[in-house]
């Protein structure tokens, strides 16, 4: 990341930038880092073979890399990693129940799931900030040492479905236990879960309801390992 910053401060209109996509199989955590606009945003950690290089003007939007791409386990053999959803929330409608059970009974079919749901606002506080920090802490408690943790918020690095199921197979190669995305409460995620995220993306620009994101979330990891797979579901 050093060569692109000193780029940057050259005043070019154009920076270069090297480093190490979210997407990873082994090695050690670095930061991703997006530069927009004359300053660096970090995105997110991540695990990695190789790097990429590429060109991107200062003030453009900054797409995911490779996010037009197919995906490179389509039709391969990958690990089944088990995974484990934690969504900060409340009791979810009947609806939307029967529509996670559908999505966990398919997904069964190509890897172990689990559906967590953490209580929101457990100490009852009109102060947002005890709030985000109480959620954070019981989304801690659930994650375990040695677990790959993926933290949804609408600031994240954008990814498409073939780079989800890249992630879903890459994951599998790190030796990691399990697979855990986290889905924050109505004032998101505090510093801790976003600290101990090996990569932080998001489902859409927009800001979905905790009870919409798990169902996108589901459906877009059957949809993965469809891809995987090979089948006809993904067009």
């Keep these: 990341m050093t060569v692109a910053h000193d780029i940057q401060s050259q005043g070019s209109s154009e920076v270069k930038i090297c480093f190490f996509p979210p ?9 991703l880092s997006l530069f927009r606009s004359g300053r660096m945003e970090v995105a997110s950690r991540c695990y990695c073979h190789a790097h990429l290089s590429f060109l991107m003007k200062k003030n453009a939007a900054a797409p995911f890399p490779g996010s037009e791409r197919r995906s490179k386990y389509s039709g391969q053999s990958v690990r089944a990693i088990p995974v484990r959803v934690l969504t900060v929330g409340k009791r979810r409608s009947q609806g939307v129940q ?8 398919k997904l069964k079919n190509y890897c172990s799931i689990e559906d967590v749901l953490i209580k929101s606002n457990p100490k009852n506080t009109g102060n947002v900030k005890a709030q985000i920090e109480a959620e954070d802490m019981l989304i801690m408690q659930q994650i375990k040492p040695g677990e790959w943790v993926v933290v949804l918020d609408e600031h994240g690095a954008d990814i498409g479905s073939e780079q989800m199921a890249d992630l879903v197979g890459d994951v599998g190669t790190t030796g990691s236990s399990r697979l855990v995305f986290c889905i924050g409460g109505p004032y998101g995620h505090g510093q801790q879960v976003r600290d101990r995220a090996d990569v932080i993306i998001r489902l859409s620009s927009m800001v979905l309801n905790h009870q919409i994101a798990l169902i996108v979330l589901l459906e877009q990891l059957y949809r993965a390992w469809t891809i995987i797979k090979g089948q006809k579901y993904h067009h």
Excluded: A, D, I, P
């Design 23 to 31: 997407y990873f199989s082994q090695g050690s955590h670095r930061n």
């Design 98 to 105: 029967l529509l996670v059970e559908e999505y966990k009974e």
